[in-house]
């Protein structure tokens, strides 16, 4: 602990918020809480509230308040964030910590200075704002601050980040508002399409998770699948194969690739043949899609691997960051 409080790195995503402690995490819950609307209450918050999904009686709504990687509801996301940073700190704390919050790279001021407010009203002494390809990068450990080009895409559960940084700053950068939220979209769209069947996003995302991948694999992996019927509404079963999850989201994972190429086209030559030399690291919960690395690969011809921990090196690195401010300062949004 410092001198006056914690420092925590704290990566509000769409689907998953993280809080980091000095290179440890503390907290990794679903961003999402079930509210009374009768009362305007949030009654639980992260798995909890997830566990409720589909259970509870119609008052109590179970929602997510951020969207595609921004705050889509001020006053839930912020109820949240104070909820668990007090799951860190303690209640009675008597000292403020200090916060380093991941935002998407290309959001607006407006998106910025809402997440800024938020964890500033949690009760926090400083907060500092960083991109959340910048926190990857330092997460996985990438040589940030040499004068050479590294290549980190974030694949998250709203959008796709594509960035390539040196000296400590991020050279040039491009956002896909597409995540894995939407891979589970199209899978569900799928199934209605040819099977009639209509399942939910949680069960498409089972299916992506068990059986799904970018690429088609050699062994078929199956799973039957649970839906309503689209006539009838009656319940039912179908079998679905990795062969069809992979049809299913090619077109999503296009539009996603499209953050990537736009980056790699606006690449400065010399930092470009860098990248061409290390090719790019894949982040975020995305980067656990079977065959992500080659399909990235294939797609824009440069080499793309997994981070170690694709899931918490950007609150790793946010929480590093708070150690290295001196050399970051300048390249952190201002609000
Ligand atoms: N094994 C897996 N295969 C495919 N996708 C996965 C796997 N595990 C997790 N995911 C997906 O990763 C996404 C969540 O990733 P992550 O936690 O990085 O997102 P986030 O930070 O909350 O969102 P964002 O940064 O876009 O706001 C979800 O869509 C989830 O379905
Ligand atoms: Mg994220």
């Given at each position: 602990m410092g001198l006056f409080g914690k420092e925590l790195g704290i990566d509000l995503g769409t689907v998953n918020i993280l809080i980091c402690e000095n290179g440890k995490v503390v907290l990794h819950e679903p961003t999402i809480a079930a509210v009374d609307i009768e009362m305007m209450k949030i009654v639980e918050t992260g798995q909890a509230a997830r566990d409720m999904e589909g259970r509870v009686p119609e008052m109590i709504q179970v929602m997510r308040p951020m969207r595609s990687g921004v705050i889509a509801d001020f006053e839930i996301t912020y109820e949240m964030?104070?909820?668990?940073v007090e799951k860190v700190t303690g209640s009675t704390r008597l000292f403020k910590p200090k916060l380093m919050v991941t935002v998407p790279y290309g959001v607006t001021s407006v998106e910025s200075r809402a997440v800024h407010e938020a964890a500033l009203q949690v009760g926090s002494r400083e907060v500092y704002l960083i991109q959340e390809p910048m926190a990857a990068a330092i997460g996985v450990g990438l040589p940030i601050s040499t004068p050479s080009g590294n290549l980190?895409?974030?694949?998250?559960?709203?959008?796709?980040?594509?960035?390539?940084?040196?000296?400590?700053?991020?050279?040039?950068?491009?956002?896909?508002r597409l995540g894995g939220l939407d891979l589970d979209d199209a899978i569900a769209t799928y199934i209605r399409k040819k099977?009639?069947?209509v399942i939910g996003q949680r069960t498409a995302e089972v299916v992506k998770i068990r059986i799904g991948s970018a690429i088609p694999q050699e062994e078929e992996k199956s799973m039957e699948v649970q839906g309503q019927d689209q006539v009838t509404g009656l319940p039912r079963t179908v079998v679905i194969e990795t062969s069809e999850v992979v049809?299913?989201?090619q077109e999503t994972l296009q539009l996603q690739v499209v953050a990537v190429r736009n980056v790699l086209e606006r690449t400065p030559p010399e930092l470009a043949s860098d990248i061409i030399d290390r090719g790019m690291v894949i982040c975020g919960g995305g980067a656990l899609l079977r065959g992500i690395d080659k399909w990235l690969t294939r797609e824009t011809g440069v080499a793309a691997y997994l981070a170690e921990e694709p899931v918490t090196c950007n609150v790793i690195g946010a929480s590093r960051a708070l150690t290295m401010l001196d050399r970051l300062k300048r390249s952190l949004p201002v609000v």
């Open positions: 964030l104070r909820y668990f980190v895409v974030v694949m998250g559960g709203g959008v796709t980040q594509a960035a390539v940084l040196s000296m400590a700053g991020i050279v040039v950068a491009d956002t896909a099977y009639g069947l049809e299913a989201i």
